[in-house]
């Protein structure tokens, strides 16, 4: 089973303490958006979790502890950081400190382990093809010799962005070409590997690859594992990742990220926050009386028989 602790929330810089209890107990408990009253138990031990798959925009608060999790499971790190300042991204760290932390994560866990996330590329007045290709150049130039690559993708259009950010302008085909084509230089002045996630275009024209952020080829050179039997579950149209099991809820990160996709309601982001109880083996709330709790189904798909390397 491979776990995601970033999906719908940032664990890891909000609930990091959450986090790493969950690991000391050995389990967490998740509830069924489905189902509220169903509770799944996941089982947090190495023989059950294949690979523990990070994302985050800050890792500087788990950093001091990580070795607590790093050490005993096989650990693959994405790390999120984009143009954008406070007035599209209002609780994230800037650039510069993204920066810093992020050379301070390669530097404990390896560079092999580690994935700079570009995403999602979007376009205001403010936010131009120009300026995502300064930004871009200028991290390239230091994030570089700490990744093993870097993965982007361009702003899906939903309908919540038409309320949440009214200044988007759409992507256009000439716009993808100029961004692709900038982007894939830089990345090749800088011998940065750089692929796409969730689009279905092919930019290898531009030293670009096509791929899903986590894939078996991905984790299996990273950790030096083999898959016996990978099961993709795309998440959306155009992804290419391996089936994975979240552990965050919606409406409870406090970022405020204005593209975000798990939030629609940023007062309640903020309550669920506030009222989170770390030593709650669930990220939300308590267990109720009238609970069903089930042991989650945690089947392995690694092949502990041979490595790929």
């Known amino acids: 089973m491979i ?11 909000y609930y990091s303490q959450w986090l790493l209890n969950r690991f000391r107990e050995g389990y967490v408990l998740s509830r069924n958006p489905l189902f509220p009253r169903t509770i799944n138990r996941i089982e947090l031990s190495p023989d059950k ?17 990580l070795h ?16 954008y300042g406070t007035d599209i991204e209002p609780n994230v ?4 400190k993204s920066v810093e932390t992020l050379k301070k994560l390669s ?3 390896g560079k092999e382990k580690v994935a700079w996330r570009y995403d999602p590329v979007l376009l205001t007045d403010k936010y131009t093809v120009d300026r995502h290709l300064k930004t871009f150049d200028y991290l390239s130039r230091e994030l570089a010799p700490y990744v093993d690559r870097c993965i982007f993708s361009f702003v899906e259009m939903y309908k919540k962005l038409a309320y949440n950010m009214p200044e988007l302008q759409p992507v256009s085909v000439d716009d993808k070409l100029l961004l692709t084509k900038g982007l894939g230089s830089i990345a090749k002045k800088y011998g940065l590997y750089l692929q796409t996630c969730g689009e279905r275009d092919d930019y290898s024209m531009y030293n670009i690859h096509k791929s899903g952020c986590m894939t078996a080829e991905i984790l299996g050179k ?6 016996k039997k990978a099961v993709y ?10 089936d994975c099991r979240g552990l965050g809820d919606y409406n409870s990160c406090p970022n405020g990220c204005r593209y975000c996709y798990a939030n629609n309601d940023h007062a309640k982001a903020l309550e669920n926050y506030h009222s989170h109880d770390p030593s709650s083996p669930l ?5 109720l009386d009238t609970d069903i709790i089930k042991p989650a189904v945690q089947t392995s798909c690694v092949d502990n028989q041979m490595s790929l390397f």
Do not use: W
Request: charged share 20%; glycine share 6%.
């Open 283 to 287: 990220l939300l709330g308590h267990v």
């Open 233 to 242: 579950k795309p998440s959306r149209k155009g992804c290419g990742c391996l």
């Open 68 to 83: 607590e999790i790093h050490s005993r499971f096989r650990c693959y790190y994405h790390y999120t950081i984009t143009a």
């Open 107 to 109: 530097q404990m866990v």
């Open 93 to 96: 760290p800037s650039i510069e």
């Open 222 to 227: 990273a950790l030096n594992i083999s898959f």
């Open 3 to 13: 776990l995601n602790t970033g999906g719908r929330t940032d664990t890891v810089q």
């Open 49 to 65: 979790i294949d690979v523990v798959v990070f994302c985050s925009k800050d890792y500087s608060p788990i950093l001091e502890n």
